[in-house]
């Protein structure tokens, strides 16, 4: 089971990807109308959800909510910058590389998780396989 959503994450990521190179190469000066539509699309998304659950947001979620939109809207806005400045065969892998890393010392700080020697050595090798895959 967990395969599909695996299988379906890379689909939909690579579909997001796409379009990120595709504002970056056609949208030109309007790349921020780009990420405005991009995240208000995902706040009204998010906004249906809560309505159609019927949930209640505390304040506590409400500002996590925020300081984690306001990360991906800078994360975005740099993002885009970066495409708009190197080829999308050269950004992508070594941003995925980035992330890659970034979440497992993320993962080590803020949840005690410990990578084993295994998965450290599958992590240099994905990122030395990116490494070699953009030269």
């Not at 790349?31 to 539509?37: E, T, W």
């Not at 995240?39 to 996590?64: D, G, N």
């Not at 980035?98 to 949840?111: E, F, P, R, S, Y």
Request: charged fraction near 10%; include cysteine; charge should be positive.
């Amino acid at each position: 089971m967990w395969m599909k959503f695996i299988l379906i994450g890379f689909f939909l990521a690579g579909i997001s990807d796409t379009t990120w190179k595709m504002a970056g190469e056609t949208c030109g000066a309007s790349v921020n109308s780009y990420l405005l539509l991009f995240h208000v699309f995902a706040l009204l998304s998010a906004t249906f959800a809560v309505i159609k659950t019927r949930t209640r947001i505390k304040k506590t979620e409400f500002l996590l909510g925020s300081i984690i939109g306001f990360a991906l809207i800078s994360g975005g806005i740099a993002s885009m910058q970066a495409i708009l400045r190197i080829p999308g065969i050269i950004y992508f892998p070594v941003a995925s590389c980035g992330n890659l890393l970034i979440v497992t010392i993320m993962a080590n700080i803020l949840w005690k998780e410990k990578p084993t020697n295994r998965q450290i050595a599958g992590l240099v090798i994905a990122c030395i396989s990116i490494v070699l895959i953009v030269l």
